[in-house]
């Protein structure tokens, strides 16, 4: 202090507060997981949709193969 005189010093101890900190990390925690749970299913979400369309694929090629062997064997 500029002109002034010290009269004393203190000490102060700080005590950080943990009340509730174990609820808000489990519950920060489980967003987390949820949140990597639902990417992760919608990623083998995608594979199945993919089977889906493949088997669609198959299904409408083998329909059409037949309809053209049936056309082509008509005419003997």
Same mark, same amino acid.
């Given at each position: 202090? *500029?002109?002034? @005189?010290? +009269? #004393? ?10 009340r509730?900190?174990?609820?808000n990390? *489990?519950k920060?925690a #489980?967003? *987390?997981? @949820?949140d +990597?749970?639902?990417?992760? @299913? $919608? #990623?083998?979400?995608? !594979?199945?949709?993919? $089977?889906t369309?493949?088997?669609?694929f $198959?299904k409408g090629? !083998?329909?059409?193969? $037949?309809? +053209?062997?049936?056309? *082509?064997?008509?005419?003997?």
């Amino acid at each position: 202090m *500029a002109g002034g @005189s010290e +009269l #004393g010093s203190a000490h102060v101890s700080i005590f950080p507060q943990m009340r509730g900190f174990r609820q808000n990390v *489990a519950k920060e925690a #489980g967003k *987390a997981v @949820s949140d +990597l749970k639902n990417a992760f @299913s $919608k #990623g083998f979400d995608a !594979g199945k949709q993919g $089977k889906t369309l493949g088997g669609a694929f $198959k299904k409408g090629f !083998g329909d059409g193969s $037949k309809e +053209l062997n049936s056309e *082509a064997l008509q005419s003997f």
